[in-house]
């Protein structure tokens, strides 16, 4: 998943800080390369895996601002193969041990119970950056990359997400500003018998989705004038949809009901 990162910082490779968490326990090392990373973690299991990135400018001509700030999340689901399961798993006697072994535990309960043979798994990328562009250029640069610059070995992965803009929310009692991207959390937003849907339809409708050329040529088919078809050079099923800065999202989200998972329109049957 972490081949995603040179989509968003314009082909930049550069080096940073991991934290993985496997079992009750955290480890912190530091990298450099993204495929060197890549090749070392696919060699053990975790169950979540952190990566801070070294800050660095974009580069010129692809700019769309400073980077501030990457941080990349990555969760393997209990389906793959790259998660330790719990029976796997040595618990210390601590507190924080146990919470952190039930916490896994539910997991592979939840897709037990309701008999669930692939989940996604799923990674969230927080890039911060300091731009003087509007909003809808900055994701109009950011469709052009993915098609451009995004790997044809990224159709193995049966790839589909979102990407949008998060403004920072002032909290005045904390004297602050702070992102709250959770509203883009997918697995949050979805009760689990719909897990094996996703990378068939996406949850909800996003300023910028992207996934398997026939999702998403059927999602832009439905939308018409209000969304834009991109489709990449490098990997033959991989396409994005943008939508239209004009785009009204309730009457949007009626014509896209049979592609979407969540919405005030779900769809039984569809």
């Known amino acids: 998943m972490v081949r995603l990162i040179p989509a968003v910082t314009g082909g930049l490779e550069f080096s940073g800080q991991i934290k993985v968490s496997a079992q009750a326990a955290v480890s912190r090392s530091k990298f450099s390369g993204l495929e060197a990373l890549c090749s070392r973690m696919a060699k053990r299991p975790f169950n979540q895996l952190e990566i801070v990135l070294d800050s660095l400018p974009s580069r010129s001509g692809e700019a769309v601002g400073r980077i501030t700030s990457l941080c990349g999340i990555f969760s393997p689901s209990p389906t793959s193969a790259l998660w330790l399961p719990t029976k796997d798993w040595k618990i210390d006697a601590d507190r924080g041990s146990r919470d952190k072994y039930l916490t896994a535990k539910t997991k592979e309960d939840v897709l037990d119970f309701h008999r669930i043979a692939e989940k996604p798994s799923v990674f969230e990328l927080h890039l911060e950056i300091s731009t003087k562009m509007a909003k809808e250029r900055v994701l109009d640069r950011y469709a052009d990359a993915f098609v451009r610059i995004i790997p044809e070995s990224i159709e193995k992965l049966h790839l589909f ?11 005045p009692q904390l004297k602050t500003s702070v992102l709250m991207p959770e509203r883009f959390q997918i697995m949050m937003n979805i009760k689990p018998p719909a897990y094996p849907e996703l990378g068939d339809r996406f949850e909800a409708l996003h300023s910028l989705m992207f996934g398997s050329r026939r999702l998403c040529e059927g999602l832009s088919s439905a939308l ?47």
Do not use: M
């Open 161 to 171: 997400g979102c990407c949008d803009v998060v403004e920072p929310v002032v909290i």
């Open 224 to 270: 018409g004038e209000q969304a834009k078809l991109i489709t990449s050079s490098n990997a033959l099923d991989f396409a994005v949809v943008r939508l239209a800065s004009i785009c009204n999202k309730e009457s949007a989200s009626e014509l896209a009901a049979n592609w979407l998972i969540a919405g005030p329109d779900k769809l039984a049957g569809a």
